[in-house]
């Protein structure tokens, strides 16, 4: 009986020692978990501030960039609107088209030559003109593309103009192409490429699918006449409703006018100059991802196409 139990105690002692040792790898291969994730995920915020870095001054160049080309048309008295936010430098119809043309005016094509020399020189990664940011550190342009973007109001053409275009997506698309003609007579598309090797101008017509984000500065002016402070009120509600859809807008900026201002019937009006908005140029510039992100895309895009 003695032999039994001696022997049992041995047999529980042995037990006990491996869980003791099981227990300790397990927190040990804890702690190296712990600590591996503690290093990834640290390396992940590192990345990320980079990364953040990285697309924060790429759009502070991208705004520079707007900016200059705003100044240099200043100087040709061409009064454009620069969208910081999106990204957009805005035409209105009145710059440089005829209503229902689209062949650019006379006025128009020294416009956007002048846009194409603006960017010949301060995309020049070697230009002493050469915006901060707007090129890494292996003088790569930042920029993705360049979209000529063509736009219209969603009244319908009449008379020659309908017959000439058919609808406001042929129009828009016409004069967004007759646009980057223009531009690209004075800017080389083939030298100045995206990280991809690719040209980095474009055009597209939207036709009256994007309403505009803010009203054409002259909109006001002709709004109430001998009372441009009253309508300047208006015009600058409406422009502040940046993530509110146009037909809201309008509601909205109806309201305001009774409630707020006690003006009424001016909302036929205001509605065909909000369309008068409509019809214009952007030219809207798209910026690289940064470095990283831009891998782990290609990373994702090389996975799915398996």
């Known amino acids: 009986m003695a032999k039994s139990k001696k022997k049992k105690n041995g047999s529980s002692l042995s037990f006990d020692s491996s ?3 099981l227990m300790s790898c397990l927190v040990f291969v804890f702690i190296i978990t712990i600590v591996a994730l503690a290093v990834n995920l640290q390396k992940q915020i590192k990345d990320s501030e980079e990364a953040m870095s990285e697309y924060s001054n790429s759009i502070k160049a991208r705004n520079e960039l707007m900016l200059k080309i705003q100044e240099d048309l200043r100087k040709l008295k061409i009064n454009v609107f620069v969208d910081d936010e999106n990204g957009v430098i805005s035409f209105p119809e009145s710059t440089v088209f005829a209503s229902g043309e689209a062949n650019v005016s006379t006025k128009g094509v020294s416009v956007f030559q002048q846009v194409g020399k603006s960017l010949n020189t301060y995309l020049d990664c070697n230009s002493d003109k050469k915006i901060k940011y707007l090129c890494n550190d292996n ?3 930042r920029v993705d593309s360049i979209v000529v973007e063509g736009h219209a109001d969603p009244s319908q053409l009449r008379g020659r103009a309908k017959r000439e275009h058919g609808t406001n997506m042929n129009l828009s698309l016409k004069r967004s192409l007759n646009t980057y003609s223009l531009i690209i007579e004075k800017f080389n598309n083939e030298k100045f490429l995206n990280r991809k090797g690719e040209g980095i101008l474009g055009a597209a017509g939207f036709g009256a699918q994007k309403p505009p984000s803010r009203l054409a500065g ?36 109806e309201q305001y006018m009774k409630q707020d201002l006690n003006v009424e019937n001016l909302e036929k009006k205001l509605k065909y100059l909000t369309y008068k908005s409509y019809r214009r140029i952007d030219l809207r510039f798209i910026m690289s991802l940064p470095k990283m992100l831009e891998e782990k895309d290609g990373e994702i895009s090389s996975k799915d196409s398996i």
């Open 139 to 141: 003088s790569e342009l």
């Open 19 to 21: 869980v003791s040792d």
């Open 218 to 253: 002259d909109v006001y002016n002709k709004l109430i006449p001998g009372n441009t402070i009253l309508a300047s009120k208006i015009v600058d509600k409406y422009n502040s409703m940046k993530s509110v859809k146009h037909g809201k807008k309008l509601s909205h900026l």
